[in-house]
Structure formats: C-alpha cells, structure tokens
C-alpha cells in the first residue's frame, strides 16, 4: 500500500482517478500535455509536475491516463531515465501488442509495467462496484492491490501476459460498441416515427438485461460445438433481419449498420447454416470473410 501516486494524463478518465486519490487521503502528484486541466485538481491539494520527468521521479507508483500507448512514449521522450524504478500502471486503452511492446520497453528502462482495462466511465471511477482487468507481474500487482483498488473496488487480475488485461478490455469492446450503436439506430428510427429517446429507453434496458439469458444459454452449447436449431435457425434470422433493414430504409435512415449484421445473415445461410441455430455465425466469424 501506497500512500502517494503519480496519475499522468488528465482526460476526464485521468482526473477522475486523480481525484479519487485525492479524496482517500493519498499525496498526489499529476501531468498533463495541457496543463490546465489539472486546475480542480490542484485547487484540492494536487501537486502539478513541471515535466513527465518530474512526474516519474514524485512517487514510485504511476497511473498512466492516456488516449494510447503512442501517447505514452510522445510524453516520456527524454525523461526515458526516470522509469527506472517505478510501476508504471497503464490504463490507457489498446491492443493486446502495444500492451506487450510497452511492458518490454519499460522493463528495458528498468521499470515495471502493469496493464489494466477500466470497465467504468469516469463517474464510476471510485466506486467499490466498478471493475478493472489488470496484468502483468503478479508481485507487482499484489503489492499495489490496495491503492489500484482506489480507482475500481475491484481489480481481475488476469495473468502475467501484459497483452492479456488489454485483450480482456478489447473483448468488451467488441460487444460494448455494437451494442451501443444498436440503440442509436433504434433512436433513429424511433425518432422518424416522432417517438423519443426517452419513451423507448426502458424497452432497450429490458432488452438488453435479457441478453444475458441468451448469453448463459448459448455459452456452453457454443463451446460444445451444439449448434442445433431447435430454438431458432439461422433462416429465420435472415427473414428478421430483412425486415429490419427494410423498416429502416422506409423510414428514411441509415441502414449501413443494420444491413452489415444482415450480410453476416446471409453468408451463415449461403454456406449452409440455414437450418442451424444462429449461434452457428461464431463458426462463420472465426475467420475473415471471404472479401474482407
Ligand atoms: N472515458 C471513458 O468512459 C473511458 C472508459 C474506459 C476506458 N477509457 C480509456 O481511458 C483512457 C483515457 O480516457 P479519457 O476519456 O480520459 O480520454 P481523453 O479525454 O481522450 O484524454 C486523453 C489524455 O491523453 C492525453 N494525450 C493525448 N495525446 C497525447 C500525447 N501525444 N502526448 C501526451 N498526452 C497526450 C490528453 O492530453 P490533453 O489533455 O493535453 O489533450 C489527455 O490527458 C483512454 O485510453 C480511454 O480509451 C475511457
């Protein structure tokens, strides 16, 4: 347990771990490329560092906010020297092989890095409820734990393979993002038929608290390789999702999004899935498509 920390990058993530830290006690130490935004939190006691460098060098423990790994290497240009010795906390989100170009790169440096993956917006960060996969050396992991535990009460320690947290986050958003953009297109067409984001949001809650009934449903049986139709087949997708592109298009909105899962539809029926399950289009994503 660490009583000071170091939080580099101030975007509305950055600041909202500054100031979690802020409010349990801890000296902290922060920079950002533009340093106003460190302004409310040096207004509550913050220190600002007048460099990256100095910023390393304040605490042993650094939270790393950015809006990528490129970003890291961009602000620690010349102030290489100052990892030595430090954990370098990187919750800043990308892929699985930046995560494990960069872990190489400060231990190269003489410092030790941590992947994570912050399943929370910043409002979240703080709370005992949120969640956040971490890996990468186990012992710096445990010996951090407590003070990590500040940004989400909890922490999923994911192995020692830095790519391994960043893959974790990633397959989050894989389903984070298309969900999402589902709603905006359900808004959309809510919307040309004059009904509100609002008159439709408890229909999209319910509707997306039901997925994890299909999700517990259909896991085991994926990795049974059971792709039966005995609840629903690949055709009837095809035929909803027509009339899902076509309600769309006479509405007057985008149909890109929705005519993108329909193609996946189709490609599952064209290579005779047709009477399968629809679970069976995992066995068609496993590889790129054929134009792709
Ligand atoms: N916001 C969310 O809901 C959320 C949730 C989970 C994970 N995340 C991840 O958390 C990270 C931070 O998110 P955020 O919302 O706080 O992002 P953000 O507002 O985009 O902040 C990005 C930070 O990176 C800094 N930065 C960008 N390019 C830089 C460079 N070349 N050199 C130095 N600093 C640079 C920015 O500095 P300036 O202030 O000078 O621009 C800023 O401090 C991202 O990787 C994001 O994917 C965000």
Do not use: C
């Given at each position: 347990?660490?009583?000071?920390?170091?939080?580099?990058?101030?975007?509305?993530?950055g600041?909202a771990?500054?100031?979690?830290?802020?409010?349990?006690?801890?000296?902290?130490?922060?920079?950002?490329?533009?340093?106003?935004?460190?302004?409310?939190?040096?207004a509550r006691?913050?220190?600002?560092?007048?460099?990256?460098?100095?910023?390393?060098?304040?605490?042993?423990?650094?939270?790393?906010?950015l809006?990528?790994?490129?970003?890291?290497?961009?602000?620690?240009?010349?102030a290489?020297?100052?990892?030595?010795?430090?954990?370098?906390?990187?919750?800043s989100?990308?892929?699985?092989?930046?995560?494990?170009?960069?872990?190489?790169w400060?231990?190269?440096?003489?410092?030790?890095?941590?992947?994570?993956?912050?399943?929370?917006?910043?409002?979240?960060?703080?709370?005992p409820?949120m969640s956040?996969?971490?890996?990468?050396?186990?012992e710096?992991?445990?010996t951090y734990?407590?003070?990590?535990?500040?940004?989400?009460?909890r922490?999923?320690?994911?192995?020692?393979?830095?790519?391994?947290?960043?893959?974790?986050?990633?397959?989050?958003?894989?389903?984070?993002?298309?969900?999402?953009?589902?709603y905006?297109?359900?808004?959309?067409?809510?919307?040309?038929?004059?009904?509100?984001?609002?008159?439709?949001?408890?229909?999209?809650?319910d509707?997306?608290?039901?997925?994890?009934q299909?999700?517990d449903?259909?896991?085991?049986r994926?990795?049974?390789?059971?792709?039966?139709?005995?609840?629903?087949?690949?055709?009837?997708?095809?035929?909803?999702?027509?009339?899902?592109?076509?309600?769309?298009?006479?509405?007057?909105?985008?149909?890109?999004?929705p005519?993108?899962?329909?193609?996946?539809?189709?490609?599952?029926?064209?290579?005779?899935?047709?009477?399968?399950s629809?679970?069976?289009?995992?066995?068609?994503?496993?590889?790129p498509?054929?134009?792709?």
């Open positions: 347990m660490s009583q000071s920390v170091t939080v580099i990058g101030l975007g509305p993530m600041q771990m500054a100031a979690a830290y802020l409010d349990r006690g801890y000296e902290v130490t922060v920079w950002n490329r533009t340093p106003s935004r460190a302004d409310a939190l040096v006691g913050a220190a600002l560092a007048a460099s990256p460098e100095e910023a390393l060098r304040a605490n042993q423990l650094v939270i790393l906010s809006i990528d790994y490129d970003a890291m290497y961009t602000a620690f240009k010349g290489e020297e100052a990892v030595a010795g430090r954990v370098l906390v990187n919750l989100s990308d892929v699985p092989e930046k995560a494990r170009a960069a872990a190489d400060v231990a190269g440096h003489g410092g030790t890095h941590l992947t994570g993956g912050v399943l929370s917006p910043p409002p979240g960060i703080g709370s409820d956040t996969f971490y890996s990468g050396p186990r710096a992991y445990e734990r407590a003070d990590l535990e500040v940004i989400t009460g922490t999923d320690y994911r192995g020692e393979d830095p790519g391994r947290a960043a893959l974790m986050y990633q397959l989050n958003m894989v389903i984070f993002w298309p969900a999402m953009l589902a905006w297109q359900a808004v959309a067409l809510a919307g040309a038929h004059g009904i509100s984001a609002s008159e439709i949001a408890p229909y999209a809650v509707n997306y608290a039901g997925m994890g299909f999700i449903f259909y896991a085991p994926i990795d049974a390789g059971n792709h039966a139709g005995d609840v629903d087949r690949v055709s009837m997708g095809v035929a909803s999702m027509e009339h899902v592109v076509h309600t769309n298009a006479d509405a007057g909105v985008d149909t890109a999004f005519a993108a899962v329909l193609d996946a539809f189709r490609r599952a029926a064209a290579a005779g899935r047709g009477a399968d629809f679970s069976s289009m995992v066995e068609l994503l496993r590889e498509a054929a134009d792709a």
